[in-house]
């Protein structure tokens, strides 16, 4: 007994890992047998149902051209569960559709956890580094609650895909960034531009002489110069954004035009029409105007735009090659088996609706629903983001450009769409922290809200879901599950996880007493 303990012993690099994939394990055992399913398509979910289907007729639905776009670029995970239920000779019923999501899923986060243990050795993180990193990642709402709760979705093939995808980038395998990028293409569209970016900026080394203007720290001409920049940046974003949403309202803002939504997502909000109303833009410019902010503040000075477009310059003709063909392959795979007559459930217009239209008087919506999705590390990025955009610098315009993506992603208030982002985020943010002087009490606040925003330990069905599954979302009891979802928040989940975030960042801003300055 003593010797397991040893073993799985949390203040030990090596053994902290075991114990990493232990509570891993565990909740994937504890949700196998006990944990709860979503009420929705008897335990499918939404989307869930056409992956269902892809498992039932996989063959068929190629072989007919039943599918579009949208869902050929997701077929990888729907392929691997008809894989494993073909090899155990179990038929695809839906309850072993289901029940092979979830163990696909667990194999995924456990295959996770020894790539997080890769990713923590080769950036030489401590102890305590590794721990926040694995919190980061693996003990928020999407791992330890959605993953088995709502199992028949892409997410976790998403997020195992980004740690392979960061872990290559740092160990510099082109090869293995090119399979990878190729493959998870078919489960998560946006990692094909992800991929390419960092198959391009493998090889860039940050010369001696721009790293201090790049990474360290700014004198006072600089920083005003910066400043300047930044908010004339900003004020042009802007003015772009007010153009763009005079065309979305056909040159009106006063009338109730209505948005184009699919009919199911205007079901959901218990709305015929959703109006591009001028109040829905003024409630998103402080969600832009951070944003812009943010993207500044990554690119950090001109002598990292110049590194960018030398690195381009001077990336190794076989890099781009595979770059290219990384974009290209799945494009052209997708293209021979989707049917093209077929509507695509999203697109890129409803993408900038939600960006620019949220719901009105929910300031600030993006960032309580990161946070409740992701956990309290969110919380720790908006503090600091001064220090993560310089860590993530010095790990090379490619990591920054996965960055510079996903954030007008987060503007979705569907923090999903960070899944391909988010192991970028924390590995940046650990590393920030590394060089932090933190109070006694951190971990403890860190730990207590780490567990708050999990909600592992939440019942959410608490009530019998009404029909149709699409229908009052915002409704108790199903508000108990979409209440995770900034689009679908009502006023009453919005106030009170918006005053628990507040709670939550003053907290961890008190107990972190500073960074050490840079050795010049």
């Known amino acids: 007994m003593k010797s397991l303990v040893t073993l799985l012993s949390w203040k030990n690099k090596e053994n902290s890992h075991r114990l990493m994939a232990v509570i891993i394990l565990f909740f994937g055992i504890f949700n196998f047998f006990w944990g709860e399913r979503v009420p929705a398509g008897g335990g499918l979910g939404w989307d869930g149902l056409k992956y269902a289907d892809m498992v039932h007729n996989f063959n068929f639905l190629f072989s007919r051209g039943l599918l579009s776009g949208y869902y050929v670029q997701r077929i990888l995970p729907s392929a691997m569960v008809r894989g494993f239920l073909l090899i155990a000779g179990a038929s695809t019923s839906d309850p072993n ?5 979830e163990l696909y899923n667990l194999l995924l986060l456990l295959g996770g956890c020894w790539i997080w243990k890769r990713i923590a050795e080769k950036s030489d993180l401590s102890l305590s580094g590794r721990w926040i990193g694995f919190s980061g990642i693996f003990l928020n709402f999407e791992c330890s609650k959605q993953t088995f709760y709502y199992p028949v979705l892409t997410d976790t093939t998403a997020l195992f895909t980004a740690l392979l995808l960061l872990m290559f980038y740092l160990e510099r395998r082109p090869l293995a960034l090119f399979f990878t990028t190729c493959i998870g293409a078919f489960a998560w569209p946006v990692v094909s531009v992800c991929g390419a970016f960092l198959i391009v900026f493998l090889r860039t080394e ?4 721009l790293s201090p203007m790049i990474c360290g720290n700014l004198d006072g001409k600089r920083r005003a110069a910066r400043a300047r920049n930044a908010a004339l940046g900003c004020i042009a974003l802007l003015c772009l954004l007010i153009i763009a949403f005079l ?6 803002p006063n009338v109730s035009h209505a948005c184009p939504l699919p009919k199911k997502w205007l079901v959901a909000m218990q709305a015929s029409v959703v109006p591009c109303s001028l109040e829905r833009l003024i409630t998103a410019l402080p969600s832009l ?3 812009a902010i943010a993207l500044v503040s990554l690119i950090g000075s001109r002598a990292f735009i110049r590194v960018i477009f030398v690195s381009i310059r001077r990336a190794p003709l076989r890099l781009v090659s595979l770059a290219i063909l990384a974009i290209l392959i799945p494009s052209l795979i997708v293209k021979m088996l989707a049917n093209p007559s077929l509507a695509n459930s999203s697109s890129l217009e409803y993408l900038l609706e939600f960006m620019l239209l949220p719901p009105p008087g929910k300031f600030f919506l993006t960032f309580v629903s990161l946070a409740v999705f992701w956990g309290p590390l969110v919380l720790l990025l908006m503090l600091y983001w001064r220090e993560f955009c310089s860590e ?5 315009p490619g990591f920054v450009a996965i960055i510079g993506i996903s954030l007008p992603l987060s503007l979705m208030s569907e923090p999903r769409f960070l899944t391909v982002a988010w192991p970028f985020f924390v590995l940046a943010l650990v590393l920030a922290l590394e060089r932090s002087i933190v109070d006694a009490t951190f971990k403890y606040i860190l730990g207590g809200f780490t567990v708050l925003y999990a909600q592992f330990w939440m019942k959410l069905n608490l009530a019998p879901w009404e029909l149709p599954d699409w229908a009052a979302l915002q409704d108790f009891p199903k508000e ?3 209440m995770h ?22 907290l961890l801003y008190k107990s972190i007493i500073g960074f050490r300055r840079e050795k010049k």
Request: hydrophobic share 50%; proline share 0%.
């Open 97 to 101: 559709i289901i029940r092979g999501f």
């Open 206 to 209: 940050l010369c001696s002489d």
């Open 247 to 252: 065309l979305m309202t056909q040159g009106d």
């Open 289 to 291: 105007f951070c944003a």
């Open 392 to 396: 993530a610098r010095r790990l090379g």
């Open 480 to 482: 108990v599950y979409f």
């Open 485 to 506: 979802y900034g689009l679908w928040m009502n006023w009453i989940s919005y106030s009170a996880q918006f005053l628990i975030s507040l709670l939550g960042a003053a």
